[in-house]
């Protein structure tokens, strides 16, 4: 297969989450690339009607490549506890969502790591708690053609939250061989172990070697 090299010049950040467009924009920013995000080019947000990761991240990345006629870069995330059968998965944001967040509706993450926490309580005192990210990053051309990428970041899951930098579960969330959540880590380290950057340095290799 060949695969298609990404040229200097503007990107849309197919993601209307603040926290992943502020780490794609660091991820990017050696490489020339002009990135604009979704929401500042006004293109709506597409319903993720997907059931995997990768389905999901297509179905932005077309829909910003369509919308705006540059190449788009969507990032579709989550969370997967290994006690929980991968749980949530694809459903990782949609756990988060409440109708009383600061007046409204919202995502509120202390409330959706309380519920994984939750799920593993009932499991016991001894539940395995492994957990990975997992990251797909999908990149689409106007023209239709797409390139994509996975990465993984394996850790285990912490109780009570600690930290306030990054974002989502980051609090919960202790990666393997350290004892920081990635809330707590120095936003650097985290992009150099997270699952974006694993994905982000396959897509380097590819479009950009
Ligand atoms: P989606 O990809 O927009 O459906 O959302 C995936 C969700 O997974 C995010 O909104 C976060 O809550 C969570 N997530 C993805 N990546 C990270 C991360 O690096 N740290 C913490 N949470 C993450």
Not at 159 to 181: K, Q
Request: aromatic share 8%.
């Amino acid at each position: 297969m060949t695969h298609r090299k990404l040229q200097p010049g503007k990107l849309v950040i197919a993601s209307h989450n603040a926290g992943k467009v502020r780490e794609i924009r660091a991820l990017l920013a050696p490489f020339g690339i002009e990135p604009i995000s979704a929401g500042e080019l006004g293109l709506p947000e597409p319903e993720e009607t997907g059931t995997s990761f990768a389905e999901n991240a297509l179905l932005k990345a077309h829909a910003s490549a369509q919308g705006s006629g540059l190449p788009a870069l969507a990032d579709d995330s989550g969370l997967c506890v290994a006690a929980l059968g991968g749980a949530p998965g694809v459903y990782t944001a949609d756990w988060a969502e409440t109708q009383q967040f600061e007046g409204g509706p919202g995502r509120d993450w202390y409330m959706a790591m309380g519920k994984v926490e939750g799920k593993l309580a009932e499991l016991g005192t001894d539940a395995d708690r492994s957990a990975y990210f997992v990251c797909i990053l999908a990149i689409a051309w106007p023209d239709g053609h797409t390139e994509i990428f996975e990465g993984r970041v394996q850790g285990s899951l912490t109780w009570p939250p600690r930290g306030l930098l990054g974002f989502g579960y980051d609090p919960v969330f202790v990666p393997e061989g350290r004892s920081e959540t990635f809330a707590e880590l120095d936003p650097a380290e985290k992009h150099a172990m997270s699952h974006r950057a694993d994905a982000f340095r396959q897509l380097v290799a590819t479009v950009f070697s």
